[in-house]
């Protein structure tokens, strides 16, 4: 029997998303570019004290995942206006299950969503105001939204936040241990990082911006402009050399780097770590969807 061929584009939610085929591909970070990526990050004098940001990318392993769909880009302030509109911070249904129990485990002081509030006082992500964002921004990507925000609105579009290792084949591609989703060398016209902004304050820009951003798969502005939430829970690598009390339990792999980044953050295999309440300028999301679901959906 032949297998049914997957078409490599997908318009579902309203958005694009681009097809990642099942295959193996490779995680973590390799030890020759952990050796090169450490001493010109202590060449640059970025203020690095120890090797655990690198400890916590390795060892290299090479994984097999299932095929699945990704946002080809970020979700923006415009896609995330709808949520918001369509009464998404009133919906339980979005927020309950797991949503629920990992806050209540963690953050008995975190309060409710009613707490999720721009600077107005009205539900919406924090820079906002008056439950919307600046007009000249609806291209940009949604910050200042936490974990549980990003899953709520994955859950309103049918879909979900991508695991790690999703979002690192996305941005990789297969076997290839590339650094940066277009090859192994940081090109600051590919990306908005600090680099980027050497004389000003660096800021987001819409995510459509650099043409040349792409991964194997098409997949765009995956790193640098804003870092973006996944599923997971901050865990080792398997045979990870980084101290075990450096995994909080109760915090979640940030992936990407942000606009403020320095060049050593905006790779992928960079792990960050932040608690999932956080609420950061400097933190977006895309979101996923399996293709054993879109099947059983009967959408493919």
Same mark, same amino acid.
């Given at each position: 029997?032949?297998?049914?061929?997957?078409?490599?584009?997908?318009?579902?939610?309203?958005?694009?998303?681009?097809?990642?085929?099942?295959?193996?591909?490779?995680?973590?970070?390799?030890?020759?570019?952990?050796?090169?990526?450490?001493?010109?990050?202590?060449?640059?004098?970025?203020?690095?004290?120890?090797?655990?940001?690198?400890?916590?990318?390795?060892?290299?392993?090479?994984?097999?995942?299932?095929?699945?769909?990704?946002?080809?880009?970020?979700?923006?302030?415009?896609?995330?206006?709808?949520?918001?509109?369509?009464?998404?911070?009133?919906?339980?249904?979005?927020?309950?299950?797991?949503?629920?129990?990992?806050?209540?485990?963690?953050?008995?002081?975190? !309060?409710?969503?009613?707490?999720?509030?721009?600077?107005?006082?009205?539900? !919406?992500?924090?820079?906002?105001?008056?439950?919307?964002?600046?007009?000249?921004?609806?291209?940009?990507?949604?910050?200042?939204?936490?974990?549980?925000?990003?899953?709520?609105?994955?859950?309103?579009?049918?879909?979900?936040?991508?695991?790690?290792?999703?979002?690192?084949?996305?941005?990789?591609?297969?076997?290839?241990?590339?650094?940066?989703?277009?090859?192994?060398?940081?090109?600051?016209?590919?990306?908005?990082?600090?680099?980027?902004?050497?004389?000003?304050?660096?800021?987001?820009?819409?995510?459509?911006?650099?043409?040349?951003?792409?991964?194997?798969?098409?997949?765009?502005?995956?790193? !640098?402009?804003?870092?973006?939430?996944?599923?997971?829970?901050?865990?080792?690598?398997?045979?990870?050399?980084?101290?075990?009390?450096?995994?909080?339990?109760?915090?979640?792999?940030?992936?990407?780097?942000?606009?403020?980044?320095?060049?050593?953050?905006?790779?992928?295999?960079?792990?960050?770590?932040?608690?999932?309440?956080?609420?950061?300028? !400097?933190?977006?999301?895309?979101?996923?969807?399996?293709?054993?679901?879109?099947?059983?959906?009967?959408?493919?």
């Amino acid at each position: 029997m032949t297998a049914r061929k997957l078409p490599n584009t997908l318009r579902y939610g309203e958005r694009e998303m681009v097809l990642v085929p099942a295959g193996p591909f490779s995680q973590g970070l390799a030890d020759n570019s952990r050796e090169r990526l450490q001493a010109a990050w202590l060449d640059h004098n970025l203020g690095l004290e120890s090797s655990a940001p690198f400890d916590r990318e390795t060892p290299l392993q090479n994984r097999y995942l299932p095929a699945f769909y990704i946002d080809r880009f970020p979700i923006t302030n415009e896609d995330y206006w709808h949520f918001l509109n369509a009464e998404g911070y009133n919906q339980e249904q979005f927020w309950n299950d797991l949503i629920y129990l990992e806050r209540n485990a963690f953050f008995t002081s975190f !309060g409710d969503v009613a707490d999720l509030v721009d600077q107005s006082g009205r539900p !919406g992500p924090l820079g906002w105001e008056n439950g919307s964002y600046s007009k000249d921004q609806a291209r940009h990507p949604v910050t200042g939204v936490s974990w549980f925000e990003a899953a709520a609105y994955a859950r309103w579009a049918e879909k979900r936040l991508p695991s790690e290792a999703e979002w690192e084949k996305a941005a990789r591609g297969s076997l290839d241990v590339r650094d940066y989703p277009w090859g192994s060398a940081f090109e600051r016209e590919r990306c908005n990082s600090r680099e980027s902004w050497p004389q000003k304050v660096p800021w987001l820009e819409p995510v459509d911006v650099h043409a040349d951003d792409a991964s194997p798969w098409g997949v765009r502005n995956l790193v !640098g402009n804003a870092a973006e939430w996944v599923w997971d829970r901050y865990r080792p690598h398997p045979g990870a050399s980084a101290p075990r009390n450096e995994y909080w339990l109760q915090s979640h792999v940030v992936k990407g780097g942000a606009c403020f980044s320095p060049w050593v953050h905006c790779r992928v295999s960079f792990r960050a770590v932040v608690e999932p309440r956080q609420r950061s300028d !400097g933190i977006g999301f895309r979101c996923a969807v399996g293709v054993d679901d879109l099947m059983r959906e009967g959408i493919l």
